[in-house]
C-alpha cells in the first residue's frame, strides 16, 4: 500500500516555474513506478510524466518535453515534478500516481495509488 500527498501548486505568471511534491508513506516505495497526470476543467486526464522505480528512467508528454522535469528520491520517500517555462494551458490539478513494478505507462488506468492533487494555475 502506498499513501501519497501531493504540494507545491500555486498561481504563477506565464513564463514562470513551480516545483511539484508528492511524498509517499511505505517502506517498499522504491519498488514502485510513479507518475504526474493533470486535469483541467471539463477535460480527461492526461498523462504528463512517468518515473521509474530508481529514478534514471523518465518519460513525458510531448507538450512538457523540454520544459519539466520528473524526479524521484527514494530515500525521502519523495517524487517531484519541476515546471519551467509554465504557459496557461499548463492549468489544471495535478496527480501524483504509483502503481508496483519498475516501470510505467501513460495510461491512468495502470496506477492503482493516487495522491488528492495539487491545483497548479499559469495566469498573468
Known amino acids: 500500500q502506498v499513501q501519497l500527498v501531493e504540494s507545491g501548486g500555486g498561481l504563477v505568471q506565464p513564463g514562470g516555474s513551480l516545483r511539484l511534491s508528492c511524498a509517499a508513506s511505505?517502506?517498499?516505495?522504491?519498488?514502485?513506478?510513479t507518475a504526474w497526470f493533470r486535469q483541467a476543467p471539463g477535460k480527461e486526464r492526461q498523462f504528463v510524466a512517468s518515473?521509474?522505480?530508481?529514478?534514471?528512467?523518465?518519460y513525458y508528454e510531448d507538450s512538457v518535453k523540454g520544459r519539466f522535469t520528473g524526479s524521484r528520491d527514494n530515500a525521502k520517500s519523495a517524487v517531484y515534478l519541476q515546471m519551467n517555462s509554465l504557459k496557461p494551458e499548463d492549468t489544471a490539478v495535478y496527480y501524483c500516481?504509483?502503481?508496483?513494478?519498475?516501470?510505467?505507462?501513460?495510461?491512468?488506468?495502470?496506477?492503482?495509488?493516487w495522491g488528492q492533487g495539487t491545483q497548479v494555475t499559469v495566469s498573468s
Open positions: 518515473i521509474s522505480c530508481g529514478g534514471r528512467y523518465t
Open positions: 500516481a504509483a502503481k508496483s513494478g519498475c516501470y510505467g505507462g501513460v495510461r491512468a488506468n495502470e496506477y492503482h495509488y
Open positions: 511505505g517502506r517498499t516505495f522504491s519498488t514502485y513506478a
